[in-house]
Nanobody, 125 residues
Framework: QVQLVESGGGLVQAGDSLRLSCTVS????????MGWFRQAPGKERESVAA?????????YADSVVKGRFTISRDNAKNTVYLQMNSLKPEDTAVYYC?????????????????WGQGTQVTVSS
């Protein structure tokens, strides 16, 4: 069973940076497509970024990220990262890490099979 554990969330001020981490166990990490999603109170879960198993391709929800976030992975550490810069109050949400063995539909939350428990990111103005 694939298990995902996120970390790195917290309370920051607008303009600050955070790096989220998601460590995976129970599966062949290098075979997994990985994604980051977020959900603000009262809103649907939305995509943020995704990365292919080889890290050769990255995908971003441009309307959300606008060049501020970067996804990366370290297959030797079974970990995927989300570097978030120039944070804004509207980035406040629970951030979820997700994984799947399939390719394609990288930014669709419906295509992911495995989810972490989420980590809270709060950005104050």
């Amino acid at each position: 069973q694939v298990q995902l554990v996120e970390s790195g969330g917290g309370l920051v001020q607008a303009g600050d940076s955070l790096r989220l981490s998601c460590t995976v166990s129970g599966g062949t990490f290098s075979s997994l497509t990985m994604g980051w999603f977020r959900q603000a109170p009262g809103k649907e879960r939305e995509s943020v970024a995704a990365i292919s198993w080889s890290a050769g391709s990255t995908y971003y929800a441009d309307s959300v990220v606008k060049g501020r976030f970067t996804i990366s992975r370290d297959n030797a550490k079974n970990t995927v990262y989300l570097q978030m810069n120039s944070l804004k109050p509207e980035d406040t949400a629970v951030y979820y890490c997700a994984a799947k063995f399939r390719v394609g539909a990288y930014l669709s939350r419906y295509s992911y099979n495995y989810w972490g428990q989420g980590t809270q990111v709060t950005v104050s103005s």
